[in-house]
């Protein structure tokens, strides 16, 4: 992500997105720098475990989400590592939605 250097406070958004992840359980690392326009560039890279409790995955996962789809955000992953990454909520929701969709067995009118 860049921010301009003059609209840096002490704790910018690479700052809070790194304690964010970090409350979640990820292994996050960041490092700064100053591009050739001025602008503050924050590199934070997070490590995370598939064997990690499956809540702490979600959250991890719904940051890591949310992060790529903000303005001056920019997030590099592995379609491979996206999709595993993903995998555990996409299941849960096609599970829910394969429910709602069984007929319901035993109600009939009698």
């Given at each position: 992500?860049?921010?301009?250097?003059?609209e840096?406070?002490?704790?910018?958004?690479?700052?809070?997105?790194?304690?964010?992840?970090?409350?979640?359980?990820?292994?996050?690392?960041?490092?700064?720098?100053?591009?050739?326009?001025?602008?503050?560039?924050s590199?934070?890279?997070?490590q995370?475990?598939?064997?990690?409790?499956?809540?702490?995955?979600?959250?991890?996962?719904?940051?890591?989400?949310?992060?790529?789809?903000?303005?001056?955000?920019?997030?590099?992953?592995?379609?491979?590592?996206?999709?595993?990454?993903?995998?555990?909520?996409?299941?849960?929701?096609?599970?829910?939605?394969?429910?709602?969709?069984e007929?319901?067995?035993?109600?009939?009118?009698?």
């Open positions: 992500m860049s921010e301009p250097v003059s840096i406070k002490t704790t910018g958004r690479a700052d809070t997105l790194h304690r964010t992840l970090t409350s979640k359980g990820a292994t996050v690392s960041m490092r700064h720098a100053v591009d050739a326009q001025g602008n503050r560039v590199e934070v890279v997070v995370y475990s598939m064997q990690q409790p499956r809540h702490e995955l979600k959250d991890i996962s719904l940051v890591l989400d949310w992060a790529a789809k903000q303005p001056g955000h920019q997030v590099q992953e592995r379609a491979a590592d996206r999709a595993q990454r993903q995998a555990p909520g996409q299941r849960e929701a096609q599970q829910g939605q394969a429910r709602t969709q007929p319901r067995r035993g109600q009939g009118i009698g």
